[in-house]
């Protein structure tokens, strides 16, 4: 089979499973794949989108395949092009995503050899096998996977592609796999809390709901909606009530919080992990069990969700007088945007402090409201954020698409917003909180008093950058506002994608987490 008869038949894989969007980095190598897809794209079959990075490729497919639920393909040349690949297919791989990386390759026989572009690419990725034809690419909607395609010359033909009886196939957003495994079914008594991690899904809410129990919702579960606890994780260190846990339940990824992490590490405590290893954070030890599913024979009684849902209520009131306090801090600024996002919305939240500040101070939603919050959680990196979420954005029908993050996390990934004159973009606001460094390590051990001497150059990591210049080298809009005028900036939605830089301090926020968790223990004290 030719290099374009191989290209050709990939594209009729792709178009006939159903996929709907195709990311393109150019290359030699590549070169008759690159014109199966622009074929495609012309003829209507799919979408697809070019960039030049491929690290932002592959962070852009993400986006893509995780909000529509569907595999997207990101294809690019021989070489170092394909382990600029690494970053977001291990992401893909720990969050369980479908991305389908498809490396153009030398012939095998030139490896080992001088030859141009050429290196051991099968295995690249590891954990992750490779395939080698078409024929033996197996596509799954939630699962990431390697074609790689060795292709020899003449890489193209001047032959024109009959696309005659190749039609789109519909689909809708295929759910998440259910978790191998038994379902469990559980009785009423122990004092128990449902725990939603990352891309829970709405089986928490239902299963909190029906047994009557506290529901403990990352931002980016799925289930922070209803009667989930805003404050949850200041809840955790409240040791009257936490220590009182018997039993959790938990979906997803939880990786958000060191309070969970210690939950789930407990010896005391029954776990049931709907889902196995692979999603739990911690070794499972003897009290841990691993589920497909749970199901609750009747609702406990009210007293155990009341005890919780007052002490939320106390919390709560204490997060409130905080940001009242501090109105140019990265939680009020969280907040602010989390208000802003109307139903229907899209959120993308960096996967350092943003994503912490989101999850103290965001307020439930309504249930059916459609918001969605997504990050990075797999392996909870800033790399490709930015391409993640206008991927993201391109992947939605969304009423306004948001996004969320540190000026470190926007300057990693910068070049996500290097888009081609012919290429979609998205009606896309990014808000960064630049407080010119990493402010979460400012809240850890590393933070403390005892490091100050080192803490600026080896983990405060200042840049100094202008934000501003670097938006306008990508003629992408750009404005500063101070937190006090961030709601007026968001309260219209751009054409295109802009960015909003909000400036705060830093020096004063580890001082701002004690008097959170100070605040909270005053509030819980009677409780």
């Known amino acids: 089979m030719s290099a374009s008869q191989t290209a050709r038949a990939l594209v009729r894989a792709l178009v006939e499973h159903g996929v709907t969007d195709a990311v393109l980095s150019p290359g030699s190598r590549s070169a008759p794949v690159a014109l199966a897809l622009h074929a495609a794209d012309a003829a209507g079959l799919l979408r697809l989108h070019v960039r030049v990075d491929e690290r932002e490729a592959g962070f852009l497919a993400l986006g893509l395949a995780k909000v529509s639920r569907r595999t997207v393909p990101v294809v690019t040349t021989s070489g170092t092009a394909v382990a600029n690949l690494h970053p977001a297919m291990l992401e893909a791989m720990h ?143 409240h040791e009257p009530l936490a220590g009182r846990i018997e039993r959790v339940v938990s979906f997803g990824h939880p990786t958000l919080s060191r309070p969970v992490t210690r939950l789930l590490a407990r010896t005391d405590v029954d776990v049931v992990h709907v889902g196995d290893q692979r999603t739990f954070p911690v070794p499972a030890g003897p009290r841990v069990s691993f589920a497909g599913g749970v199901e609750v024979d009747a609702a406990d009684g009210p007293g155990w969700l009341a005890a919780w849902t007052d002490a939320d209520a106390l919390a709560r009131g204490a997060v409130d007088s905080v940001v009242a306090d501090h109105p140019d801090s990265g939680l009020a600024v969280a907040r602010t945007v989390a208000e802003a996002l109307p139903q229907g919305g899209l959120l993308v939240v960096g996967a350092s402090q943003p994503v912490r500040d989101l999850d103290v101070v965001a307020t439930p939603w309504g249930v059916g409201e459609r918001r969605l919050v997504v990050a990075n959680r797999g392996l909870a990196g800033i790399d490709g954020t930015l391409s993640t ?74 840049t100094g950058a202008d934000l501003g210049a670097l938006c306008a080298g990508y003629r992408v809009p750009h404005r500063r506002v101070a937190p006090s005028g961030l709601a007026a900036a968001l309260a219209t939605s751009p054409s295109g994608i802009e960015v909003v830089e909000v400036v705060l301090r830093r020096d ?20």
Not at 418 to 441: K, M, S
Not at 508 to 522: E, K
């Open 95 to 237: 969050a369980g995503v479908g991305v389908v990386a498809v490396t153009a390759d030398r012939p095998a026989r030139l490896r080992g050899t001088g030859a141009n572009q050429t290196t051991t690419q099968p295995g690249i990725f590891p954990g992750l096998g490779t395939v080698h034809d078409v024929a033996s690419l197996a596509l799954v909607d939630d699962a990431p996977a390697h074609l790689n395609l060795e292709l020899d010359e003449p890489l193209v033909d001047s032959e024109a592609w009959d696309l005659e009886g190749l039609r789109a196939v519909p689909t809708d957003r295929t759910p998440r796999s259910a978790p191998a495994g038994p379902t469990v079914r559980l009785v009423p008594g122990p004092r128990t809390v449902v725990l939603a991690g990352d891309d829970a899904g709405p089986r928490a809410r239902i299963l909190a709901r029906e047994a009557g129990w506290p529901l403990l919702a990352e931002p980016t579960s799925g289930s922070r909606t209803g009667g989930a606890l805003s404050t949850y994780r200041l809840l955790l260190g």
């Open 389 to 462: 979420a206008i991927g993201a954005a391109l992947a939605r029908d969304s009423s306004r698409a948001l996004a969320l993050v540190g000026d470190l996390t926007f300057l990693h990934g910068s070049n996500g917003l290097l888009v081609g004159p012919d290429e979609a973009r998205p009606d896309l606001t990014i808000v960064v909180v630049n407080d010119d460094g990493g402010a979460i390590f400012a809240t850890l051990e590393q933070g403390g008093p005892e490091h100050a001497d080192a803490f600026e150059r080896v983990f405060g990591t200042p």
């Open 508 to 527: 004063d926020r580890r001082a701002l987490d004690v008097a959170l968790r100070a605040a909270a223990t005053d509030a819980l004290a009677g409780s």
